[in-house]
Each structure stands twice: as C-alpha cells, then as structure tokens.
C-alpha cells in the first residue's frame, strides 16, 4: 500500500515507542502460529538481542479497539492499518517484527510483497509448542487475567483455527517454544546480518 497512513495506520504508529536507527534493507520478521504457541515470547527475546520494535497484532487491535469484538470488518480494518504502518517503516529502514496468527498463506502474501516492494530482509517464523503444552497455557490464560498479555484466545479459539493452519510456501524457521530457542535467535540474528 504506497501513500500516507490513514487515521487508524497514525493511531498504531503514535502508539509505538522510540524506533531504532534506520538501516539499509531492514529485516521484516514475520512470526506466525497459532495461539499459545508462544510466539510473543519469542518475539520479545528475538527483540531484546536485535532490537527490534514489535508489532503485536494483539496490542495494536485494543490499539484501535479498546474493546475487542474479533469481527471480520474489525480484523480487516486492523490488519489494513498493519500492513500499511509496517510498508512505511520499512521504506523508513527501520527494522519490524510482525507477531500476529499469520495463519493463511494469503494474509501472509501482502507482507511477502511489502517486503519486495521495500527490498526488506525477509525473514519467516513459525512457532508452535506440543498440544498439551500450549492446552495447558491457555487454560492457565483463562485462569489468571495477566496485565501484560493482550491475547485473550482460549482453548476453544486454538481448536477453532487449528484446522485452518496453512503451510508457509517460502523457506522459513520453526521454533518449538517448549525447548530451548537461544539457538534458533542465533541463526536468525545471523541470518540478518548476512
């Protein structure tokens, strides 16, 4: 999408703290996988060794929604503001990393091409954990309301989009959040600075 922010792409963006410097071909790290697989931990330990800004896609909707309904018209309305802020940072050069579902290989097609479109660093991720670990997370979820946590996806939304999981078509990382993930934040810190 070229051209300015509408309102909703401002809102995100006055919504995000200090960005880094800007570089030559700046990485876009898309990270996807289903709820409870634990892919905002990772990001924020991927964050914490490249420092990156994240845009949590769980964030940004109370961003726009305070109130979360998960409609189609509302999760349109957010992921165009999405797309739209992360093609701007990119022509900026500054560096992204995309936490959201990314569960359709069609949703993930825009940012394939905001990142050709920008010359960004492509970098694909996709997380997940042993069933009866992330089961175990989100009942834990359900059970305390914990501050920090935007996602509010239980067990039965995880069983819901399981099914609708699609294949990431291009070369990508797998981490399972159940073991150690320090070796695969090395490659990936590699992997950018190739």
Not at 57 to 68: A, C, V
Not at 112 to 131: C, D, G, M
Not at 161 to 189: G, L, Y
């Amino acid at each position: 999408m070229i051209g300015s922010l509408n309102e909703d792409g401002k809102l995100l963006r006055q919504s995000l703290n200090s960005l880094p410097q800007p570089q030559v071909k700046p990485p876009l790290i898309v990270v996807s996988g289903l709820p409870g697989t634990g892919k905002s931990f990772f990001c924020h330990k991927l964050a914490e060794r490249l420092t990156v800004p994240i845009l949590a896609s769980d964030t940004l909707r109370k961003t726009l929604f305070p109130y979360p309904q998960y409609k189609e018209s509302e999760n349109k309305r957010l992921f165009s503001a999405c797309h739209a802020l992360i093609e701007e940072l990119l022509r900026k050069g500054i560096p992204v990393i995309f936490d959201a579902t990314n569960l359709l290989e069609h949703h993930r097609e825009y940012l394939y091409r905001a990142a050709e479109r920008t010359e960004a660093k492509l970098i694909l991720v996709w997380v997940e954990a042993p069933t009866e670990v992330v089961r175990q997370r989100l009942l834990a979820r359900e059970k305390a309301d914990i501050p920090q946590d935007d996602s509010e996806a239980v067990w039965k939304v995880y069983t819901k989009m399981k099914p609708r999981r699609e294949k990431i078509s291009r070369n990508h990382f797998v981490i399972d959040t159940s073991q150690d993930i320090t070796a695969v934040i090395d490659k990936i810190a590699r992997a950018i600075k190739r």
